[in-house]
């Protein structure tokens, strides 16, 4: 079992930058990929990144390219997301997620089997 708990939220205005953090207990931290998926109101949950069990491999959502990157400190049980040049379209609550390691990076929610409870991010325009 793993639990994942989200901080790092808030209101920022356009063009600001933010970092999520996602603490996970448990012993096993790094044998996990993990993610992060955002809901907008009134949408459908959105994948956003994800990051392999050793950091080797990143991948993100087109809509965060260029703009986000995801990372993990496999000896503090932690993964990061850092959200610079933010956009309005950015505001959602943000989902910490993980799954066991597996070869093939999972880009959808059923791809995964534990989720933190979100954190929510406002970007002002």
């Known amino acids: 079992q793993v639990q994942l708990v989200e901080s790092g939220g808030g209101l920022v205005q356009a063009g600001g930058s933010l970092r999520l953090s996602c603490a996970a207990s448990?012993?096993?931290?790094?044998?996990?990929?993990m993610g992060w998926f955002r809901q907008a109101p009134g949408k459908e949950r959105e994948f956003v990144a994800g990051?392999?069990?050793?950091?080797?491999?990143?991948y993100y959502g087109d809509s965060v390219k260029g703009r986000f990157t995801i990372s993990r400190d496999n000896a503090k049980n932690t993964v990061y997301l850092q959200m610079n040049s933010l956009k309005p379209e950015d505001t959602a609550v943000y989902f910490c997620?993980?799954?066991?390691?597996?070869?093939?990076?999972?880009?959808?929610?059923?791809?995964?089997?534990?989720w933190g409870q979100g954190t929510q991010v406002t970007v002002s325009s």
């Open positions: 997620t993980a799954r066991l390691a597996r070869s093939v990076l999972g880009m959808v929610e059923n791809d995964y089997d534990y």
């Open positions: 448990g012993r096993t931290f790094s044998r996990y990929d």
């Open positions: 990051i392999s069990y050793s950091g080797g491999r990143r």
